[in-house]
């Protein structure tokens, strides 16, 4: 049943009562059987007989005029659907096609080389996937019916013909695969399809759609499918504009951070600047004696070479933590991450009589995530544990001893505990909140920008307070194996590391 706005409405049905209707239906009966009886009595039939005619029309009205009762009801509710349907379509605010799949139909059987009416569905599955070519001469067997006004603002046209062709022609390369794995989901005969991609609008705008599709029950023809589509534009448009927020916070975090490290980083670079120093001197002493010795000069050039090569990775870590840049995910080892986070801070938990223990799982954990925005969750849980471990016992007090480990399983993750101030009830359910701060010299976003940072990346971050005093802040994310190729470098396998104190 096409569904057309401009459809006129059912008038005849509309402009008469049931009643009417039931009446006009009944009476040609009733009629009938009257000029029956009345042909007899003409013919001067005897009584019994004329009377059985009377009796047999009076009979046919009462059948009749219940029978025509209920069919007038079916047609007047009939009609109301239609135009009740007809008005959903016309002034939905959701993008409607009303689309043609026949041709399709027996296209998809002959790719996948099965039965009607799709084929088998792995092996088209196989042969979309291998060769892109067909889903475009699928899509182009496709025929637009109709389309509502939604549709015609969605895609910026004014001429309905245009539409009414095929949908080929406003598709982008995200569409195909989307339309790819509508295709797959026909032909396993699943409910309905919904997904998300983009479509090229008549001016070439690109335009953000959640398609949502349901297809008719198992056992009815597939062949006509309503298509909605939900303009997703300007959603995604404030969504990208938070992300871009959102990062430009992450690193003036960053740099506050690294402000306030500022004393232990400069002492991380002078310790191999001294050391090049130190060995350029000897190399020097070595070379001045007669005859020169040549193997310790060899020595103090490799040593100056691997002080340099300390001082350029410090560096280049800085450099990461500094620099404003859009994220960028890639296949990452947790273990290296979280070690490589923790050496930044190794000079200024020494110099906080503080000790860092750091247990790292074995073996690699994939994560797919940007490595900067992930090394400053975990710098700013290890300042936050420090801030808390000096508040709790002053200086010369003990050393102080801060764990910091990574996990494995069917999660992935790290643990920041500290012996601090540990967290009140109230404190554990606000502390996440933008502004919420312990601190009389807090500004409330460290935590804030963490919980962002691990969320985006489909994780979960939780503080809780710590059996025997302190705090324990907790990150897990979902454990995930790469594609194949070459996997993430693993950091040095160790059951327990102390990094600093």
Known sequence: MRLRQDAPPDTHLEARPPWRCALLLALPAAAAAFLVALGLARLEAPVPEAAVASLAALLTLAVALPLAWRLARAQRHLADSEQRYRSLFAQSGVAIWEQDFSALRARMAEIAGG?????????????????????????????????????????????????LTTPAQFFTAATRATFRDFLIALAEGRPGFRGETTLR???????????????????????????????????????????????????????????????????????????????????????????????????????????????????????????????????????????????????????????????????????????????????????????????????????????????????????????????SEAAASEIFRAFYTTRPDGMGMGLSICRSIVEAHDGRIAGAPREGGGAVFSVAFPARQPPAGPAPEAAAPAARQRVAG
């Open 115 to 163: 039965a009607a009416p799709y084929g088998e569905p792995t092996r088209l599955r196989a042969r979309l996937l291998a060769c892109p070519e067909l889903v475009e001469e699928c899509a182009v067997l496709v025929r637009v019916l109709d389309v509502n006004e939604a549709a015609l603002r969605l895609v910026r046209c004014a001429d309905r013909a245009r539409l």
């Open 201 to 423: 609008a008549a001016d070439g705008a690109i335009r953000d759609v959640l398609v949502e599709v349901g297809f008719p029950a198992a056992g009815h023809c597939r062949d006509r499918i309503l298509v909605g589509l939900v303009d997703i534009t300007e959603s995604r448009e404030a969504a990208r504009a938070a992300e871009q927020a959102q990062a430009q916070l992450a690193h003036v975090a960053r740099v506050a951070t690294l402000g306030e490290l500022s004393a232990s980083i400069a002492h991380e670079i002078n310790q191999p600047l001294a050391a090049l120093s130190f060995n350029g001197d000897a190399a020097l002493r070595w070379l001045a004696r007669d005859p020169p010795e040549l193997a310790e000069v060899r020595d103090c050039l490799a040593d100056m070479v691997a002080e340099a090569q300390r001082a350029k990775a410090i560096v280049q870590r800085l450099r990461g933590m500094a620099a404003r840049h859009a994220p960028e995910r890639a296949w990452l080892d947790l273990n290296r991450v979280v070690a490589e986070a923790a050496a930044l801070l190794r000079r200024e938990i020494a110099e906080q009589e503080m000790a860092l223990d750091l247990y790292l799982a074995p073996g690699p954990l994939p994560l797919l995530a940007d490595r900067v925005q992930i090394q400053q969750v975990v710098v700013n849980l290890l300042v936050n544990a420090m801030q808390a471990s000096r508040a709790a016992m002053p200086a010369g007090a003990g050393q102080k001893l801060l764990v910091l480990s990574t996990e494995g399983g069917e999660e992935i993750g790290f643990t920041v505990a500290d012996r601090g101030v540990g967290l």
